[in-house]
């Protein structure tokens, strides 16, 4: 009833608005589109983070709360999806050996114990770009979802960050298509729709269609493996299958029944192997 409610509130609120200060409407539902909702850390979650030595980064006048665990020789950064922590990573950090692996995750802006309450792609991006000027080359990249699109642009954007081998798990193929579904969940006008478009161009540069995986992955020249559920209910495979005819230098590994997590201790060793050769 309350989630009805305030979607209520919000379509009536935003498309009135659009008649009145339609680049008000747009940047109201642009940040609005931009602003996950903060997944609890219980004290499970804690516990693992405990695990780790944790330390924070300035990025974007906040603070990103992050954790490295081990001490091997290749360096290993992790990048979660949206609406999740850096918990998500504890059967991969739990596998992969210490004395072999050194691990450093994050907390997305506005996810987990980071500050802010704002994320997307580019923004994203630069602290993916941060993390790896400030810590040093990382022998391989790990995204799940929102980490793994990021990831993509990030090295489409920046062929200078080296060349680490890129593990991309349940990336979504499209923003178009999340904006589509934007729309229709909140029953937003037209001229509303059209005017998120329109601060969407003056905040990032580009409209919504310029953000394509599959368009990404035909510049980027790094070691892929790409990691997919047939039956991803969040990201659709055939997204996956374009990514991987589009990048040469990539393997892919097609599940089935593992959906958008795609927990598996298998998984885990397949990353492990391909990051050990």
């Not at 090295?155 to 589509?180: C, D, T, W």
Request: hydrophobic residues 40%; contains cysteine; glycine residues 8%.
């Amino acid at each position: 009833m309350k989630r009805n409610l305030l979607i209520f509130f919000l379509r009536n609120y935003l498309n009135t608005l659009a008649f009145v200060n339609p680049g008000k409407a747009g940047k109201e539902g642009f940040m609005l589109f931009c602003r996950p909702q903060r997944r609890a850390v219980k004290p499970h979650h804690l516990e693992f983070f405990n695990t780790a030595e944790k330390f924070t980064v300035e990025y974007d006048q906040k603070k990103v709360q992050a954790y490295r665990w081990g001490s091997g020789p290749k360096k290993l950064l992790l990048l979660h999806g949206w609406e999740s922590h850096s918990y998500w990573w504890k059967s991969i950090v739990t596998h992969l050996p210490g004395e072999e692996f050194s691990v450093l995750s994050v907390d997305a802006p506005g996810h987990g114990l980071s500050e802010g309450n704002y994320i997307n792609i580019p923004h994203y991006s630069g602290l993916i770009e941060k993390l790896i000027i400030t810590h040093g080359a990382f022998d391989g990249i790990l995204g799940h979802s929102l980490g793994a699109f990021s990831t993509l642009y990030t090295f489409h954007r920046a062929p200078q960050l080296g060349n680490p081998k890129l593990i991309i798990m349940a990336a979504p193929g499209e923003v178009s298509e999340f904006v589509s579904y934007y729309k229709n969940v909140l029953g937003l006008s037209d001229r509303t729709l059209n005017a998120t478009r329109d601060y969407f161009i003056t905040k990032l540069g580009h409209d919504v269609n310029y953000f394509s995986s599959k368009a990404f992955a035909k510049t980027i020249s790094n070691p892929g493996l790409i990691i997919h559920d047939q039956q991803d209910p969040d990201a659709p495979y055939a997204h996956a299958l374009e990514v991987h005819r589009n990048w040469p230098n990539s393997r892919m590994i097609s599940t089935t029944g593992l959906g958008h997590n795609l927990k598996s201790t298998e998984l885990i060793k397949e990353v492990a192997r391909f990051l050990n050769t």
